[in-house]
């Protein structure tokens, strides 16, 4: 099983980043998939959540109206499009599949910084 962040970088307060998750190893199209980020010094929190059809999506309070998750299951990707960036969306970005095993990305890394 492997889910591979990719799309992280440096960008300037306002800026936009788009991040990508690819999956393998295991059924992509039956997973609900997640975002979380954690930020220095502080714990990993949700970011946004898609079902399994990307029929509904849900997201953290702060992100509301400024990231939007998505999903191609025939290319077995999630994605973050991360508009309206604030310095404290700096952070370690990464990818989830829920379930009785728990898998993970190793993160990708996003820095919102003039």
């Known amino acids: 099983v492997q889910l591979v962040e990719s799309g992280g970088g440096l960008v300037q307060p306002g800026g936009s980043l788009r991040l990508s998750c690819v999956a393998s190893g295991f059924t992509f199209r039956s997973y609900v998939m997640r975002w979380y980020r954690q930020a220095p010094g502080k714990e990993r929190e949700f970011v946004a959540g898609i079902v399994s059809t990307g029929g509904t999506t849900t997201y953290a309070d702060s992100m509301k109206g400024r990231f939007t998750i998505s999903r191609d299951n025939a290319k077995n990707t999630v994605y973050l499009q991360m508009d309206s960036l604030r310095p404290d969306d700096t952070a370690v970005y990464y990818c989830?599949?829920?379930?009785?095993?728990?898998?993970w990305g190793q993160g990708t890394q996003v820095t919102v910084s003039s």
């Open positions: 989830n599949a829920p379930g009785p095993t728990d898998y």
